[in-house]
């Protein structure tokens, strides 16, 4: 479901595999990011963010 309808992607790939990412879980929520990563063949639980920044000041 995004936002105003469903969406059904199909890639296949032609010698490798997607690397879906494991978990307990049998549903697995993505972001729109995560989901575009995995179509391009990127394993997930491999890719960190970098660390959010707090800041109380600025000069």
Known sequence: ???N??????KSLA???FH???GEEELV???GQQIN????SYNL?????HK???YEATF
């Open 1 to 3: 479901w995004e936002d």
């Open 5 to 10: 309808g469903f969406v059904l992607y199909y």
């Open 15 to 17: 010698e490798e595999k």
């Open 20 to 22: 879906w990412p494991g």
């Open 29 to 31: 929520s993505l972001t």
């Open 37 to 40: 990563w995995l179509l391009d």
């Open 45 to 49: 639980g491999a890719m960190k963010g």
């Open 52 to 54: 959010k920044l707090h």
